[in-house]
């Protein structure tokens, strides 16, 4: 028998220290679970990956360009059933600070290679028919309060006009995607108008192609065609890699650093320092209530009883913060999209992440709890009545 | 040395308790023999260091004893394990403490309810349980308040409801007058004579206070070493005082 009474009413004794340590545990679980969140959603690309695209870039660099003369090259290997260019824009809505992605690719071929794309509003006629036209992610979309017929100026940093004025696309349609594979925060527009305004001199920047991504058809094996597109241009001009979707979207993430070790890290250690945290704060408050557990067990309640006093007392405090950490964390969730959701498109406490913060809290609860409870467990009755109060 | 064999509640033979410190042994208990009858109220007296407490201890079950028997109703509690010596001690004994030793979280009536929460009363049981052991020892009145907001003395009192509520046949009480004013102490070794006379409790009082021993139906002396001494019968007249 527990008295529980006890419990909460020995918790909420010195009622600024129980305030302070669920507060501190409350944000170390809101960070835990923002971190982990933020690692979700940059491997969230890599997870659902298609099987059957294959991404070919430079050899040399992701940032160096490959020839325009690939593309019809590269459609005649067999198995390779159809492929849209990319190419990086690098430009901004207004003010730097406004950036998100978009990519000048070919409009038809996106929607082919792209299956899980699609569009939520406009058409995709209309996307076909007008070469200025774009469709843009419904998070950015939503972000810049971009409406279908709109003209949408994005300031192009890597091609800059001649005069400095933005590029002025149509926006045909919002879309959505069915899978993390593409974000929602992108902007796609016609290849064929970034060409034309190079010709033109209305801009200026490099004219090759960053990617292409190449479509297996049924019955043939990506890494087959990923052997004879390397073995195609083994002797240049521009040696290419090709690759898995997935093991691209992996060199993409690695290109920042090992964000998921370094966010692990960081977070592994707040989890750390604030076991330390609560330990000393259930030590203290063990180490209080020394005369209480004797007199308990003079009356008669177990060593078991008083193991289950403190470690249920661990367990409430660090049940309090934890639940306090994952309701922020899960409130916050719309604020930190709308800061840094283009940064980490797809950003979501999902309940896979909230289930590790709820054993995460467990594990802290239990760990800051066994030492004083099994401390209490083995007092002596004639011992703990000789503590001071 | 033996007082009412006959009828003897609390049976000792043989007990014996040495503690080591600083790699010296210290016999505290030595080969005690001692019998008590049911419906007595002892005093046990004796100079510091004699083991008066200790002896307590090992009759409530709070201290083993090395070597011998304590039987108490008949069962050897220095045979039972940790588990059935706390199941004991929460049916058959209520202590009472110079220091009172109420928790200080809880209310008057919650630390007159937690020996109750052993039992399979039902909350609303509790309760009554607990608020009928309160007005036994008047201070029904103060139930809500925290020993913080309680006298002396009525710690002492509510520590005497807490000791009784579960009915047990055998009180244990060490010094509970040591840490009172004189009225207090009065009050609180009235109360243990009403238990004693009314209810039939049976108690031993641990004390220093020869006045409080006057107010026990036997003085049992203990001498230094750990042996036992004289057993004084009290008169009735001046224990009533």
Same mark, same amino acid.
């Given at each position: 028998?527990?008295?529980?009474?006890?419990?909460?009413?020995?918790?909420?004794?010195?009622?600024?220290?129980?305030?302070?340590?669920?507060?501190?545990?409350?944000?170390?679980?809101?960070?835990?679970?923002?971190?982990?969140?933020?690692?979700?959603?940059?491997?969230?690309?890599?997870?659902?990956?298609?099987?059957?695209?294959?991404?070919?870039?430079?050899?040399?660099?992701?940032?160096?360009?490959?020839?325009?003369?690939?593309?019809?090259?590269?459609?005649?290997?067999?198995?390779?059933?159809?492929?849209?260019?990319?190419?990086?824009?690098?430009?901004?809505?207004?003010?730097?600070?406004?950036?998100?992605?978009?990519?000048?690719?070919?409009?038809?071929?996106?929607?082919?290679?792209?299956? %899980?794309?699609?569009?939520?509003?406009?058409?995709?006629?209309?996307?076909?028919?007008?070469?200025?036209?774009?469709?843009?992610?419904?998070?950015?979309?939503?972000?810049?309060?971009?409406?279908?017929?709109?003209?949408?100026?994005?300031?192009?940093?890597?091609?800059?006009?001649?005069?400095?004025?933005?590029?002025?696309?149509?926006?045909?349609?919002?879309?959505?995607?069915?899978?993390?594979?593409?974000?929602?925060?992108?902007?796609?527009?016609?290849?064929?108008?970034?060409?034309?305004?190079? %010709?033109?001199?209305?801009?200026?920047?490099?004219?090759?192609?960053?990617?292409?991504?190449?479509?297996?058809?049924?019955?043939?094996?990506?890494? %087959?065609?990923?052997?004879?597109?390397?073995?195609?241009?083994?002797?240049?001009?521009?040696?290419?890699?090709?690759?898995?979707?997935?093991?691209?979207?992996?060199?993409?993430?690695?290109?920042?650093?090992?964000?998921?070790?370094?966010?692990?890290?960081?977070?592994?250690?707040?989890?750390?320092?604030?076991?330390?945290?609560?330990?000393?704060?259930?030590?203290?408050?063990?180490?209080?209530?020394?005369?209480?557990?004797?007199?308990?067990?003079?009356?008669?309640?177990?060593?078991?009883?008083?193991?289950?006093?403190?470690?249920?007392?661990?367990?409430?405090?660090?049940?309090?913060?934890?639940?306090?950490?994952?309701?922020?964390?899960?409130?916050?969730?719309?604020?930190?999209?709308?800061?840094?959701?283009?940064?980490?498109?797809?950003?979501?406490?999902?309940?896979?992440?909230?289930?590790?913060?709820?054993?995460?809290?467990?594990?802290?609860?239990?760990?800051?709890?066994?030492?004083?409870?099994?401390?209490?467990?083995?007092?002596?009755?004639?011992?703990?009545?000789?503590?001071?109060? | 040395?033996?007082?009412?064999?006959?009828?003897?509640?609390?049976?000792?033979?043989?007990?014996?308790?040495?503690?080591?410190?600083?790699?010296?042994?210290?016999?505290?208990?030595?080969?005690?023999?001692?019998?008590?009858?049911?419906?007595?109220?002892?005093?046990?007296?004796?100079?510091?260091?004699?083991?008066?407490?200790?002896?307590?201890?090992?009759?409530?079950?709070?201290?083993?004893?090395?070597?011998?028997?304590?039987?108490?109703?008949?069962?050897?509690?220095?045979?039972?394990?940790?588990?059935?010596?706390?199941?004991?001690?929460?049916?058959?004994?209520?202590?009472?403490?110079?220091?009172?030793?109420?928790?200080?979280?809880?209310?008057?009536?919650?630390?007159?309810?937690?020996?109750?929460?052993?039992?399979?009363?039902?909350?609303?049981?509790?309760?009554?349980?607990?608020?009928?052991?309160?007005?036994?020892?008047?201070?029904?009145?103060?139930?809500?308040?925290?020993?913080?907001?309680?006298?002396?003395?009525?710690?002492?009192?509510?520590?005497?409801?807490?000791?009784?509520?579960?009915?047990?046949?055998?009180?244990?009480?060490?010094?509970?007058?040591?840490?009172?004013?004189?009225?207090?102490?009065?009050?609180?070794?009235?109360?243990?004579?009403?238990?004693?006379?009314?209810?039939?409790?049976?108690?031993?009082?641990?004390?220093?206070?020869?006045?409080?021993?006057?107010?026990?139906?036997?003085?049992?002396?203990?001498?230094?070493?750990?042996?036992?001494?004289?057993?004084?019968?009290?008169?009735?007249?001046?224990?009533?005082?």
């Amino acid at each position: 028998m527990i008295p529980f009474t006890l419990v909460t009413k020995n918790l909420a004794k010195h009622k600024l220290r129980f305030v302070l340590t669920v507060l501190s545990l409350a944000v170390a679980i809101f960070l835990l679970c923002v971190l982990r969140s933020l690692v979700v959603a940059l491997n969230a690309g890599v997870a659902d990956a298609a099987a059957n695209r294959v991404i070919v870039q430079s050899r040399v660099s992701l940032f160096v360009q490959l020839p325009q003369s690939y593309g019809p090259k590269l459609a005649q290997v067999d198995g390779v059933e159809c492929f849209a260019r990319w190419n990086w824009f690098g430009g901004y809505y207004q003010d730097p600070s406004n950036f998100f992605a978009q990519f000048a690719t070919d409009p038809k071929e996106l929607f082919d290679v792209y299956p %899980e794309i699609y569009l939520v509003e406009g058409s995709k006629a209309d996307f076909l028919a007008n070469r200025k036209a774009c469709v843009v992610g419904a998070e950015t979309a939503a972000k810049y309060g971009v409406r279908v017929g709109d003209t949408f100026p994005i300031i192009g940093a890597l091609y800059p006009t001649a005069d400095g004025s933005a590029w002025d696309f149509q926006v045909a349609g919002i879309y959505r995607s069915k899978k993390k594979s593409v974000d929602e925060n992108t902007l796609f527009f016609h290849y064929e108008f970034l060409e034309k305004s190079l %010709e033109s001199g209305f801009a200026s920047g490099p004219s090759g192609v960053g990617i292409f991504v190449l479509k297996v058809a049924p019955g043939f094996q990506p890494v %087959e065609v990923m052997s004879e597109v390397d073995a195609m241009f083994e002797n240049g001009p521009q040696v290419v890699q090709a690759t898995s979707e997935s093991e691209f979207q992996a060199q993409f993430v690695s290109m920042v650093g090992n964000v998921p070790l370094l966010v692990s890290s960081i977070g592994g250690g707040v989890m750390i320092a604030i076991l330390l945290a609560v330990l000393n704060t259930m030590l203290m408050s063990a180490r209080e209530q020394t005369r209480d557990i004797g007199v308990l067990k003079a009356l008669g309640f177990t060593d078991g009883s008083v193991f289950g006093v403190l470690i249920l007392q661990s367990f409430v405090l660090c049940g309090l913060g934890g639940l306090l950490g994952i309701v922020l964390a899960k409130m916050s969730e719309p604020a930190v999209v709308k800061g840094i959701g283009s940064m980490f498109p797809g950003y979501q406490v999902t309940n896979p992440t909230l289930l590790e913060a709820v054993g995460a809290t467990a594990a802290i609860g239990f760990l800051a709890g066994i030492a004083p409870a099994l401390r209490a467990r083995a007092l002596s009755v004639i011992d703990a009545l000789r503590a001071v109060r | 040395m033996k007082d009412a064999t006959a009828a003897a509640m609390i049976r000792l033979r043989g007990v014996t308790k040495s503690y080591s410190r600083g790699g010296e042994t210290l016999t505290v208990l030595d080969r005690l023999d001692l019998d008590m009858e049911r419906g007595g109220f002892y005093a046990l007296m004796g100079p510091s260091g004699s083991g008066k407490t200790t002896l307590l201890n090992v009759i409530g079950g709070l201290d083993r004893c090395d070597e011998g028997s304590v039987e108490i109703e008949g069962e050897d509690i220095a045979r039972m394990n940790g588990p059935e010596l706390a199941a004991w001690r929460a049916e058959k004994v209520g202590f009472v403490f110079q220091g009172f030793n109420l928790i200080p979280v809880l209310t008057a009536q919650e630390n007159v309810e937690l020996p109750l929460l052993l039992t399979k009363l039902s909350r609303r049981e509790r309760h009554e349980h607990a608020l009928l052991a309160l007005e036994l020892v008047g201070l029904a009145d103060r139930r809500k308040h925290r020993p913080s907001q309680l006298s002396g003395g009525q710690e002492q009192r509510v520590a005497i409801a807490r000791a009784l509520v579960s009915d047990p046949s055998l009180v244990l009480a060490d010094e509970p007058t040591g840490d009172l004013d004189r009225k207090s102490a009065d009050d609180v070794l009235a109360l243990l004579q009403r238990l004693n006379r009314e209810f039939q409790k049976t108690i031993l009082m641990v004390t220093h206070d020869i006045e409080a021993a006057q107010r026990a139906r036997a003085i049992v002396h203990m001498d230094k070493g750990g042996t036992l001494g004289r057993i004084e019968r009290v008169d009735a007249e001046s224990s009533r005082s």
